[in-house]
């Protein structure tokens, strides 16, 4: 969905209605911007980043075990240490 809004004076810019509705923003709304690459993208703050941050990438860990992971990280690590110690 692409809406059209003028930069005023001010630079204040009215967010469209049809956007309004469809974030669920209301005046008084806290909205968070995020730049990167030539572009900005609005989002309503999370009112509770706990439940915001819930279940985000969950399919990231199927399929590997916790102790896999933990040991792949301490070979990393163990590594890392070696060659810092090497240079």
Known sequence: MTEEARLSKKHQVVIPR????ELGLEAGD???????????FLKPKPRSY????LG???DVWRGV?????VEGE???WQLQK???KSS
């Open 65 to 69: 075990p916790a102790e896999m992971y």
């Open 56 to 58: 985000l990438h969950k």
């Open 74 to 76: 301490r070979e990393r």
């Open 18 to 21: 049809r956007i309004r509705k």
């Open 30 to 40: 806290v909205v968070l911007f995020d730049i990167g690459n030539g572009r900005a």
């Open 82 to 84: 070696s060659h810092s």
């Open 50 to 53: 706990s439940r915001h941050m």
